[in-house]
């Protein structure tokens, strides 16, 4: 990644990567993807594993209790999740991390529908504490 965000790196493998990685993605208490709105953008925060998901909600001082998140694996994030929020979209990697990434991709939404609604793997919790 340090590579790619220097100009060194290759977009098609960075992306293939992308899509075959299994991530965790927040989820808010009625079971939809966690956005947040910075730039223009609705960004969908992912995370590589349940470590870099608890640094982020330290980062966000959330350490009051157990966090939903779903895991999935980065193509349906990118293509059945991600076009599924409205307005011009985009997804962020490990967003506390020490190597952060971001794919910015604008889609306009028909509806936004629970990720309970996709036949991927089941919810789970994290306990932040």
Not at 35 to 57: D, I, K, M
Not at 93 to 112: E, F, K, L, Q, Y
């Amino acid at each position: 990644m340090d590579a790619f965000r220097q100009g060194f790196g290759q977009p098609a493998q960075l992306t293939e990567a992308l899509r075959s990685a299994l991530l965790l993605v927040p989820l808010t208490d009625d079971g939809r993807l966690l956005t947040s709105t910075f730039g223009g953008l609705n960004w969908v925060c992912a995370f590589t594993g349940e470590q870099e998901y608890a640094r982020y909600l330290l980062a966000r001082d959330e350490q009051g209790g157990p966090c939903r998140f779903h895991t999935v694996f980065g193509w349906r994030l990118l293509d059945v999740l991600v076009p599924t929020v409205p307005g011009p979209a985009g997804v962020v990697i490990d967003v506390a991390g020490a190597t952060p990434n971001r794919c910015p991709d604008s889609g306009p939404a028909r509806r936004r529908p629970s990720v309970a609604d996709s036949p991927s793997s089941p919810s789970r919790r994290l306990d932040s504490k």
